[in-house]
Every structure is written in C-alpha cells, then in structure tokens.
C-alpha cells in the first residue's frame, strides 16, 4: 500500500517561500503520477500541480509561474517548491499518487493520499 509522509509546511509572511517535502514509501515515486492537492477550510480540494513518469509536470492557474514541483528518484522523495506566496495560498496540502496506468489529473480522482501538512500565509 501506498504510504506518503509529508514535511515542510509552517507559516510565513506573503511573498515568502515553503518547499514541502514528500517521503514515499513501499513504492518508487517515478512509477506513479505523483501530484500536490490543497485544501482551504470549506473549499473543496484542488489540485495544484502534478508530474508524469516521464517528469512532465502541469500546474494549476493559480500557481503557475510560483510553484514547481519535481521528484528526487535517488531519495524516493517528491517535492513542492513554493514561492512568491500570497494569503490565498493558505490550506492543507496533501502529497498524491495515482496509478500510471491513467493519466495524471489536477481532478481529485483515484488518488491515494499522504496526512498533509499546513501551509499558512499571513498579509
């Protein structure tokens, strides 16, 4: 079973940075569409940004060009790096992961999912 431990959330000021971290065990990171969810108090999850096997990565709008995401292989490791944040990035952000046999989504669909850990951003 899948089991995704995540690290690195905390709080900062806006226009600062987070890098989230996302331990994978059990299985290989770079086998699996690996993808970043957040969710705010009474939103919806969404999905922020997602990476393909072959390393591909797609972003949410309302990250582009601040947030990158990308895998250690050697560390089975995931990451989200974070920048330019703004109030509106305040949420719970959860590691994902999905089956390559489909192919990766920002819908909340057929993911198995980390605890999460809380990014908070103050004005």
């Known amino acids: 079973q899948v089991q995704l431990v995540e690290s690195g959330g905390g709080s900062v000021q806006a226009g600062g940075s987070l890098r989230l971290s996302c331990a994978a065990s059990a299985y290989t990171v770079s086998n699996y569409c690996m993808a970043w969810f957040r969710q705010a108090p009474g939103k919806e999850r969404e999905g922020v940004a997602t990476?393909?096997?072959?390393?591909?990565?797609s972003y949410a709008d309302s990250v582009k060009g601040r947030f990158t995401i990308s895998r250690d292989d050697a560390k089975n490791t995931l990451f989200l790096q974070m920048d330019s944040l703004t109030p509106e990035d305040t949420a719970m952000y959860y590691c994902a992961a999905r089956s390559a046999v489909w192919a990766c989504t920002l819908r909340n669909e057929l993911y198995s999912w980390g605890q999460g850990t809380q990014v908070t951003v103050s004005s």
């Open positions: 990476i393909t096997t072959a390393g591909r990565t």
